[in-house]
């Protein structure tokens, strides 16, 4: 692992305190945005095939400006203290980012998911999650968590259900996780989300001119040639939705086995399939292996997406990216000093409190649909489409001709709840990016995306703390 100048929490804080800078703030108020509130920790037992085994875990509030605060649960063996802090912080400025009102928090348990089987994994779950229910960790007004690296919608519906015993009385029971299957009030949509997010934020930046010219680029995304890091959720649908929907090529994919790479571009759908199949990218049909996949970060390409986990791009490899634009899937793929130098060398970064706020985004969808118990579009989707079927009969009353079939079938939809979903998304993604471009065109002392970012993410907050009269 390369060595890192600051621990993930400093380099968050490092780049917050960039941003707080330039703005006029009241004495004290950016160190009590910026400081996380509380953390719990906490090591329990669980009886696996007859030996105890002890299990250390976390959940970080980070701020609670909004309640209830938000973030996944992340399990893995390395997680820590320092960098379950880093991302409840990056949690906050996320939702403040989108204008998802939450506050921000995150939790992680040091474990490795795959060494243990389904049922173990449940009891170590169901553990965690009583421990952290107790202590008003998980609630559905307080502190929802949601899935993250280790975690999937099994892991929330566990969660939940473990809630729903602990307070069978509470109404809202369901709200205590997002991310949850369909079947145990999960939203359509939630899975794919932050790679759509991602896809919908690199989509919006190739859709202003200017800042396509600026990064040294031209054009939209066809034809684009993309690296990824790590074909895990988020990477496989950002990759995804960019290869089939806008023509972008992916031309790399690294996976902790190695690179692959192939200048006319990767089915991803193929390649996440052949992983599944033999658990490595290496050898997949047609492509070149790189064992050193690290190195391919380095590779030519218009867009480098670091998908996979923090500190992927620090002092020790900044010089050498090549990428003119870097778009961070991940959370702190890139560490702070790595960021001054990829920015003195003009590249564009698509910073990850923005580019990967998808995911929190559709969360709240799901946690409203829990309050109000009702699926979207439920009401009205029947509605719009005999509306539809009326204009259609009108059109062809008016000009005595029937409107083609095509057209019919378009006209005389009633949008499901995916559709509201990702218009949803589009809508809060393309908002977000135009708001941070906004900020950073207009003001001298704000020169990069990732600066602006964090510039609407204080000024939201430090503006809540101060109506709040606190
Ligand atoms: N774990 C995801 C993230 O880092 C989602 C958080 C959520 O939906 O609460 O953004």
């Excluded at 305190?17 to 329990?44: H, W």
């Excluded at 200048?263 to 193929?270: A, M, R």
Aim: glycine share 10%; net charge negative.
């Amino acid at each position: 692992m390369v060595a890192r100048e600051h621990t993930f929490k400093q380099s968050v804080d490092l780049m917050f305190e960039r941003a707080a800078a330039t703005l006029d703030l009241p004495s004290g108020l950016a160190d009590q945005i910026k400081a996380n509130n509380n953390i719990y920790m906490v090591r329990f037992f669980v009886k696996c095939h007859g030996s105890y085994q002890i299990f250390t875990g976390w959940r970080s509030v980070h701020s609670e400006h909004r309640l209830p605060v938000k973030g996944g649960i992340r399990f893995a063996p390395t997680v820590n203290q320092d960098d379950v802090e880093a991302l409840a912080a990056l949690m906050t400025y996320k939702c403040a980012i989108v204008d998802v009102p939450f506050g921000g928090s995150k939790g992680g348990l040091c474990i490795d998911p795959r060494e243990y089987d389904e049922e173990d994994l449940e009891r170590i779950t169901r553990r965690f999650a009583q421990e952290l229910i107790k202590k008003g960790y998980i609630n559905p007004a307080l502190n929802v968590p949601a899935p993250d690296m280790g975690t999937s919608d099994r892991e929330m519906a566990w969660i939940a259900d473990t809630y729903r015993n602990m307070h069978p009385e509470d109404i809202n029971a369901i709200a205590c996780t997002t991310g949850k299957p369909f079947s145990q009030g999960g939203i359509q949509g939630r899975l794919e989300a932050t790679g759509r997010g991602v896809f919908y934020g690199i989509k919006e930046f190739f859709n202003h001119p200017q800042d396509v010219k600026d990064a040294g680029l031209e054009g939209n995304l066809e034809g684009k040639r993309i690296i990824v890091q790590g074909l895990g959720n988020v990477g496989f649908h950002a990759a995804k939705f960019l290869e089939e929907e806008s023509g972008a090529r992916i031309i790399g994919i690294i996976e902790r086995d190695g690179a692959i790479l192939c200048e006319k571009g990767f089915s991803v759908e193929d390649v996440a399939a052949y992983r599944a199949e033999r658990g490595l990218a290496k050898g997949f049909p047609g492509a070149t292996y790189v064992a050193d996949g690290k190195r391919i970060l380095e590779e030519e390409c218009d867009v480098l997406i670091p998908a996979a986990v923090e500190g992927q791009i620090t002092l020790e490899n900044a010089r050498r990216v090549k990428a003119p634009v870097i778009a961070e899937a991940a959370n702190g793929p890139i560490a702070f000093e790595a960021d001054d130098v990829l920015r003195q060398a003009g590249k564009v970064i698509i910073p990850d409190a923005y580019l990967n706020a998808g995911g929190v985004t559709v969360s709240y969808f799901e946690w409203i649909k829990n309050l109000s118990h009702i699926r979207f579009g439920r009401l009205d989707r029947r509605l719009e489409a005999h509306r539809g079927v009326q204009i259609i009969d009108a059109i062809e009353e008016m000009v005595g001709k029937p409107v083609p079939d095509h057209l019919r079938s378009k006209l005389s939809y009633g949008a499901d709840e995916l559709d509201l979903v990702r218009s949803g998304l589009e809508d809060t993604m393309s908002t977000a990016y135009q708001t941070m471009r906004e900020i950073r065109n207009s003001r001298d002392n704000v020169p990069d995306l990732r600066t602006a970012a964090f510039v609407i993410a204080i000024e939201k907050i430090a503006q809540a703390y101060i109506e709040m009269g606190l």
